[in-house]
Structures are given as structure tokens and as C-alpha cells.
């Protein structure tokens, strides 16, 4: 690359920099404060003292949290809910794409099912007419109300389709050729060479549904069987603390109702942090279909 | 003579019809004994989209009855479109679209602008490192669900926190961005294109990276300016997706974002932040009014299929871009 070295550029190359700095300190100080709050003692919390740093640095909220049987039990539900979730999608997804991208085959209806696929999982008839099939079927208060509903993820399936594409089809004629099924080829064949799509889909899969609460609030009434989200959402929506035990109980003379709230975001967020390397990998293969929000 | 040679020709193909069929039949009695498999693999699929996707549709109905909870949909009197007349002569329905439609165009405008903006400056930079490190912190918050981002949020913008507590210590009146009609709808607007921006970059980034360095060399030696290079070179060399995301951007003109305005709003704030999904949720599961969020969740769900519809159909035209 070329640079120009005079004055006028280098200023503007400052510019940039400090501009996009402060962009990325905005994205990050916001919750800098969540965690200092989190450990912070109870005086300063009160007082509002607490700013990006945590004041009489103590872990008592964390204690109380991981002692909480609702805090533990919503938070192996949506372990639960992400492995389980993970798993089915997958291999919905890829057994779905697999007779969807072999064109070189004639499949007639192939067609028809992919513009059924297409509009049923465009077209919504709405929230009410959705939860009163749910009712009738069984699905209010069952755990697989979070796992069966979005399974078939439209873009997902149309990544696999477009990846399967790409796969030499002489590949399967080889193995058919030797007597293998189409089981086979799919298993054996194709997605040992499909890993980096299905890296992709498994991890979106899993940062969406470590993510989802709607569907835990509207489906599930019995509180004790709400994914972590869902429970997070009572606490910041009600903004009623449940925590009047803890408050100023003799073992945890430092834990605040928001040091607890605050606490509380940040282990719901650990486990985004964790995969967060593993997902920029990925960044750009999820990314040119799923513009669509939907 | 023309008249007579199509004619034959039609009865010909008229008398080979039969034989067509019975061909494509045994076509298919081929493929189906060769790739059966297929077909039984796009079973769970059929059954998922058969019970979640088409068997609500039944549920439609409800908005053609006055329902009755304890009878069900069977035992509900028919009452025709009176309900979409309840609906459609209310001036709340009316607020709510035009609530929906301001934020989530003002999401979509502000949000693609924000995105190139900082895709271009991102670009600007030839130290790596640095351009890794704010691409990682500004892409973060996009994986944080709404509840955690809506949390902070309500954390760092009440009245007592720390951006008004630095307001007030200017001297200046607290900002109710929570609480003030007029300025919550900006709140939502800003919030998501900060929470979004740095993810939203990312496809532009990757049409950049695609640019060919020796254009921007070969410029230089001509003695192009940094302005030149970005008029010249950089900006046509995202036109293509900028145009892409504008067609696509289209199917989310009824897309407000339920899930943050459901974490952020309040009663105070109904008049300018509620949208047509926070109402349906109200007043259809909450306030048990069937009829009504039915009816409105079924014009969100039609206009909104035929915005998706139509955004495919001009990204196909005008950005050569197909899902299938």
C-alpha cells in the first residue's frame, strides 16, 4: 500500500483512530459498570457510588446466585435446551438440505416442497393463533415447546443446500456405485466434508438459543421450568427483586437487589464471552444469508 | 394451410397425451425405487412444518368469530369482518403502525448508514491489529441477547445513572430516555444500531477485503488522493452490496424489534414506543383478547410475508442475489 506522509493525512488518520476507539469503548464500558456493580459492597451500591470500577471489591452476589436453586435450575435448562437444541437442528437441517441440493437427480415434488418450505416459514398466522395450536397439541409447559418449533431454520437449511451444492457430485456417484445409500453417502460422504458449515450452524444455533426467552415467558407458566433468559427477564422487567433474603441476611452481608440483578447478567453473558472466539471464525459464512431478521 | 397444419398438430399431441403421462408415471415409479430415501428424509421436515407451521393457520379464524373460551373455536358465534372493523376504525391501531414504521425505519436508515460509515473507517486503517481489536469489541454486543443488553441499558440510562448523573453535574436537566415520549423512540433507535452496527459492517467489510490492492497502488502512482481512492475505488466496490441490503432491508420495514422494545417500554411511553408486536402480545396473551390480536397480528403477518416476498424479489432484480 502506498501512503502519503503528509500532514493533512496523518491528522485524519488520527481521527479515524480515535473515532473508532471511542465506538469500541462504547461497546464494551456499559458493561465494565454491570461487573463492577456486581462486585461491588453493599454502601456503595446504594449510595450509586459505583462507576468502572468495583468499590469494596467482594464476591457476596456471586455466592448468593450459585447457592440459588432457581438461579441453578434455570440455568440447566437452558444447558439443557442449547445441547438438545443444538443436536436436532443439525440433523434436521442436514437431512433436510441433503435430497434439497442433489439437482442432478429428478425429484419430482422437489419443487413444490421447497416453495411449501419457503412460505410456511415466511408466513406467520400470528402470536395467537400459534400459541392456541401449541395448546391443543400438547406443547404448554413441555420442555420441546423451545427445541421442535425452530428447529427447521429456513437460512440454516438453505447455508447446508448451497454448501451440499458445492460438493463434487462424483464424490456420491463413486459410493452409490459401491452399493452405498443415500444414508451412507450423506453420513459418510458429505458431512465429514462439511464441517466448517455445520461449525456455523451449530453455533448460531447454540448463541440463539442460549438467547431465547419469548418462548419461555409466553409457553412455559411454571416458573421453575424457564431457561436462564426467561427468568432474567422477569427480574428486569417486573424490576422487583425477589432477593429480600438475601438482602442484609447474615451471610451475605454485601449483596444488593442490583448487585444480584447485576451479577446475574453477567453469568448469563459468560457463556456468549466464552464462544465468542470460535464464533468470529465463523462470522462471515452466517452471515450473507441471515440478513433477514425474521 | 396454417390453420390445418397446427390443428393436426394438436390432435397429434392430443392422442399422445395419454402416453405422456403414463411415461411420466413410470418415470417416477424409477425414481421413487432408486431414491426413495429422498423422500423419507424430508419426512420430519413435512411433520414439523405440518404442526407448527400450517396447523395454526386454522387458528386464523378467530378473527372472524367472537370467541368464546369455554366452547373453543367451534362453539364461538360467527360475526363475519365486524372485528377488522373494530380494529380497523380504532385511532390506536393506527398509532401503533405508525410507531412501528418510525422505528423500524429509522432502525434500517440510521443502522445501514452507521454500518457503511464505520465498515469505510475500519477499511482506513492498515495496522491490523488495531483493526482487529475494535472489529472484536464492536461485534460483541450483536451475540448478547436483549434481556442482558436491555438490562445494561436500563442500568446506564435511568435517572440515577451515570450518563444523567454526568447531565445533571453539567447542570443540564435529566434525559428520560426511558420516560419521555418524545425521546424514547430514539432510544430504541440508537440502542439497536449500537448493539448492531459493528455485526451489520461485517458484510461490508468482506466486499472490501475483496477489492484488489494494485487499483489502489495503481491510483496512487496517478496521484490519487485519498478522497479520489475512496470515490473511485472503494465506494464501487460495495456499491453492489449496499444496494443488496437496501432491497433486503425492505422485509424488515415491519420489523420494530419486539424483543427490545418488550425489555425497554413502559405505560408512560405507550403513545410513541408500543408496535404491533408489543400489542399483540398485550392485549391478545396478557389482556386475553383474542379477536382483536388476531386480527392485527394477521395484517402484520400478510403485509409482512409480501415485504419479504417483494425485498427477494428486487435483490434478485437489481443485486442478482437468490436464496435457493
Known amino acids: ?294 | 394451410m396454417i390453420d390445418n397444419t397446427s390443428i393436426s398438430a394438436q390432435r397429434q399431441l392430443e392422442s399422445e397425451t395419454p402416453q405422456i403421462i403414463s411415461r411420466q408415471k413410470r418415470a417416477f415409479r424409477d425414481v421413487w425405487k432408486q431414491h426413495w430415501m429422498l423422500y423419507v428424509m424430508l419426512i420430519p421436515a413435512v411433520i414439523l412444518l405440518v404442526l407448527f407451521q400450517l396447523y395454526p393457520l386454522w387458528g386464523i379464524s378467530i378473527a372472524f368469530v367472537k370467541y368464546n373460551p369455554f366452547r373453543g373455536l367451534a362453539g364461538s358465534e360467527f360475526v363475519g369482518l365486524q372485528n377488522f372493523i373494530d380494529v380497523f376504525t380504532r385511532p390506536q391501531t393506527f398509532e401503533i403502525i405508525r410507531n412501528t414504521l418510525y422505528i423500524a425505519i429509522g432502525k434500517i436508515i440510521v443502522g445501514q448508514f452507521t454500518a457503511v460509515i464505520f465498515a469505510l473507517l475500519v477499511h482506513e486503517v492498515r495496522f491490523r491489529p488495531y483493526q482487529r481489536l475494535v472489529q472484536t469489541l464492536t461485534t460483541l454486543p450483536h451475540f448478547l441477547s436483549w434481556i442482558i443488553v436491555g438490562a445494561v441499558l436500563i442500568t446506564v440510562l435511568s435517572g440515577a445513572g451515570p450518563i444523567n448523573s454526568f447531565v445533571k453535574a453539567l447542570g443540564l436537566p435529566e434525559i428520560g430516555f426511558l420516560r419521555d415520549k418524545a425521546i424514547f423512540p430514539w432510544t430504541l433507535i440508537l440502542s439497536d444500531v449500537w448493539k448492531g452496527f459493528g455485526f451489520g459492517a461485517i458484510i461490508y467489510l468482506a466486499a472490501l477485503t475483496q477489492i484488489n490492492p494494485e487499483l489502489y497502488e495503481a491510483a496512487a502512482v496517478d496521484g490519487a488522493g485519498r478522497w479520489a481512492r475512496l470515490r473511485h475505488i472503494t465506494l464501487p466496490g460495495i456499491a453492489g452490496i449496499i444496494v443488496l441490503m437496501a432491497c433486503l432491508s425492505l422485509g424488515n420495514v415491519l420489523n420494530a424489534g419486539f424483543e427490545q422494545v418488550l425489555v425497554l417500554y413502559n405505560p408512560v411511553v405507550y403513545a410513541t414506543g408500543d408496535i404491533i408486536d408489543t400489542y399483540v402480545y398485550r392485549v391478545g396473551l396478557v389482556g386475553s383478547n383474542y379477536e382483536i390480536a388476531t386480527v392485527v397480528g394477521l395484517f402484520r403477518g400478510v403485509v409482512g410475508f409480501i415485504l419479504i416476498v417483494l425485498s427477494y424479489w428486487l435483490a434478485d432484480r437489481y443485486a442478482n442475489y437468490r436464496i435457493f
Not at chain 1, 32 to 44: I, K, M, T
Not at chain 1, 130 to 138: E, V
Open chain 1, 1 to 294: 500500500m502506498v501512503e502519503d506522509r503528509t500532514l493533512a493525512n496523518r491528522i485524519v488518520d488520527i481521527v479515524i483512530w480515535v473515532v473508532l476507539g471511542l465506538l469500541a469503548l462504547s461497546c464494551i464500558l456499559p458493561f465494565f459498570h454491570v461487573v463492577a456493580v456486581s462486585l461491588s459492597g453493599r454502601a456503595a451500591v446504594s449510595a450509586k457510588l459505583v462507576g468502572l470500577l468495583p468499590v469494596n471489591m467482594n464476591f457476596d452476589n456471586y455466592a448468593y446466585i450459585l447457592g440459588n436453586n432457581q438461579f441453578l435450575g434455570s440455568f440447566g435448562i437452558s444447558v439443557a435446551r442449547v445441547v438438545v437444541g443444538v443436536v436436532v437442528t443439525l440433523l434436521l437441517v442436514v437431512i433436510t438440505a441433503y435430497p434439497l441440493s442433489l439437482d442432478r437427480i429428478h425429484m419430482p415434488g422437489r419443487l413444490a416442497f421447497k416453495i411449501f418450505m419457503l412460505v410456511m416459514l415466511l408466513f406467520s398466522g400470528g402470536l395467537i393463533p400459534t400459541f392456541l395450536a401449541y395448546r391443543s397439541l400438547g406443547l404448554l409447559n413441555n420442555f420441546l415447546v423451545l427445541i421442535l418449533p425452530p428447529a427447521l431454520n429456513v437460512f440454516y437449511t438453505i447455508i447446508m443446500i448451497n454448501f451440499f451444492r458445492g460438493i463434487p457430485y462424483e464424490l456420491a456417484e463413486a459410493a452409490w456405485l459401491d452399493g452405498a445409500s443415500h444414508i451412507d453417502v450423506l453420513f459418510r460422504v458429505y458431512l465429514p466434508i462439511s464441517l466448517p458449515a455445520m461449525a456455523t450452524i451449530a453455533l448460531f444455533t447454540a448463541v440463539s438459543h442460549w438467547n431465547s426467552w419469548f418462548d419461555g415467558i409466553v409457553y412455559i407458566s411454571n416458573i421453575d421450568q424457564w431457561p436462564l433468559q426467561s427468568f432474567l427477564y422477569s427480574l428486569v422487567s417486573t424490576r422487583r427483586i425477589e432477593w429480600q433474603s438475601a438482602s442484609g441476611s447474615l451471610d451475605f452481608q454485601n449483596a444488593t437487589p442490583e448487585g444480584l440483578s447485576a451479577a446475574l447478567i453477567v453469568v448469563a453473558a459468560v457463556p456468549i464471552l466464552m464462544i465468542y472466539p470460535f464464533l468470529q471464525r465463523y462470522f462471515v459464512t452466517g452471515l450473507t444469508l441471515g440478513s433477514v431478521k425474521q
